[in-house]
């Protein structure tokens, strides 16, 4: 009885070493392979970082339009590539989103580069993109305007076509993306910076809850 019990106790070691050992093993193969993966998208980073960043962007579809749509946010150079469209005369009118409600903050912005506050429509007190999908579209059809250029930062365009598509499924209303040119947000060195490093995670980030709560639909994504 005792042998048998010996016996039973020794082949139990074993194959707790034997489990141990292949664990070890294991975890080990994983942290290789982890390594080299890094190592390997690292040493390849100016190849494909870029392409991240890019893929934010949208093409510019810049004609003609009822209205020019200028989101609220961003560090001004939004207002002043609205205003360069305005002053082409590419739109006759303008709406201005995200402004404090009760005031003309949003209009004033646009003073500067050209754009008259009585040609703005304010879409004030706004809180992010969807919302501000929403008051475009109720401004767009109280004044019968058709067809809209979306002015953002190139990091934010593909969202906010996204999202604009969304808001206008069901209407007439059409959204041509016209993303900031010159501005500050570079596509291929995002990575370099902390502010472009940031902006760059949160839109993927975003792009993902926005899906997730009904706010981009696949319709929108796929332009059918």
């Not at 070493?17 to 100016?46: D, E, K, M």
């Not at 005031?103 to 646009?110: C, H, N, P």
């Not at 506050?117 to 969807?130: C, D, E, F, M, R």
Request: aromatic share 10%; net charge positive; charged share 15%.
């Amino acid at each position: 009885m005792r042998e048998d019990t010996t016996l039973s106790q020794t082949t139990r070691a074993g194959g707790f070493f034997v489990t141990w050992r292949s664990c070890a093993l294991g975890c080990l193969t994983l942290a290789i392979v982890f390594v080299a993966t890094g190592l390997a998208g690292y040493s390849t980073r100016r190849g494909w970082l870029p392409a991240v960043g890019s893929a934010l962007d949208v093409a510019p579809a810049i004609s003609h339009a009822d209205v020019i749509v200028v989101l609220g946010g961003g560090n001004g150079d939004r207002a002043e590539y609205a205003g360069q469209l305005y002053r082409r005369g590419l739109a006759p009118h303008v709406i201005a989103t995200g402004g404090p409600v009760g005031t003309t903050s949003a209009a004033t912005a646009l003073l500067p580069w050209g754009v008259p506050s009585n040609v703005v429509a304010l879409a004030n007190g706004t809180q992010n993109t969807y919302q501000d999908a929403l008051a475009t579209r109720h401004l767009m059809e109280v004044n019968h305007w058709q067809t809209a250029l979306l002015v953002t930062d190139p990091y934010h365009m593909r969202r906010s076509v996204w999202t604009f598509r969304t808001a206008f499924a069901g209407t007439p209303l059409q959204i041509q993306p016209a993303p900031v040119v010159d501005g500050w947000f570079r596509a291929n060195r995002w990575w370099t910076t902390e502010e472009g490093f940031a902006v760059v995670n949160e839109e993927y980030l975003k792009i993902a809850y926005y899906v997730l709560r009904g706010q981009i639909r696949l319709s929108a994504i796929t332009g059918n």
